[in-house]
Antibody, heavy 123, light 111 residues
């Protein structure tokens, strides 16, 4: 069965960076887009961007351009999301979510989600 | 402020039907047949309930259905059950530049 298992909670100081991992299993990792979505405490969902695990190509939401980096390691079926220059309002649960097949149209489809990683930014 | 507008809360009694609306623009909901809906229980990850406006993933109850008219998409839950109590989010493709937008979420209470 498809599973996305994320790394554990992090506590960071303002200005630091955080790197969250998402290990995929149960499907061909390079065959589907991987997205990152975050949710601030008590707030809604916010799409951050996607990575094509096959090519390594990325597409970031305009808000996060220059600030987020998405990478992958195909040898271990793992995607990564690194957010730099953290601020207190980056405190949120960060989710990875599987998207469409890479050889199809990329749409608003997130069919499997990781369990979420809480990133707390506090001095 | 979210790009898509959802009611903050809806409620219904067991066995009843409810509908949650999701209003966007011609640049997102109205422009593409790529609207999806997610259910989120407290402390849990979202779960895909509807995609491509009205398609149900395998394993999702047929009590959940989706539709769209113009710039407004809707999620209908029939035969409400206690386990349906959760937050529901709509999401729409919004073109290659913006890509996707989410609604602000609707809290469903089963009375």
């Amino acid at each position: 069965q498809v599973q996305l298992v994320q790394s554990g909670a992090e506590v960071k100081k303002p200005g630091a960076s955080v790197k969250v991992s998402c290990k995929a299993s149960g499907y061909t990792f390079t065959g589907y887009y991987m997205h990152w979505v975050r949710q601030a405490p008590g707030q809604g969902l916010e799409w951050m961007g996607w990575i094509n695990p096959n090519s390594g190509g990325t597409n970031y939401a305009q808000k996060f351009q220059g600030w987020v980096t998405m990478t992958r390691d195909t040898s271990i079926s793992t995607a990564y999301m690194e957010l730099s220059r953290l601020r207190s309002d980056d405190t949120a649960v960060y989710y990875c979510a599987r998207g469409n097949l890479i050889f199809g149209v990329v749409t608003a489809l997130f069919d499997y989600w990781g369990q979420g990683t809480l990133v707390t930014v506090s001095s | 402020q979210s790009a898509l507008t959802q009611p903050a809360s809806v409620s219904g009694s067991p066995g009843q039907s409810i509908t949650i609306s999701c209003t966007g623009t011609s640049s997102d909901v109205g422009g593409y047949n790529y609207v999806s809906w997610y259910q989120q229980h407290p402390g849990k990850a979202p779960k895909l309930m509807i995609y491509d406006v009205s398609k149900r993933p395998s394993g999702v109850s047929n009590r959940f259905s989706g539709s769209k008219s113009g710039n407004t998409a809707s999620l209908t839950i029939s035969g409400l059950q206690a386990e349906d109590e959760a937050d529901y989010y709509c999401c729409s493709y919004a073109g290659s530049s913006t890509f996707v937008v989410f609604g602000g979420g609707t809290k469903l209470t089963v009375l």
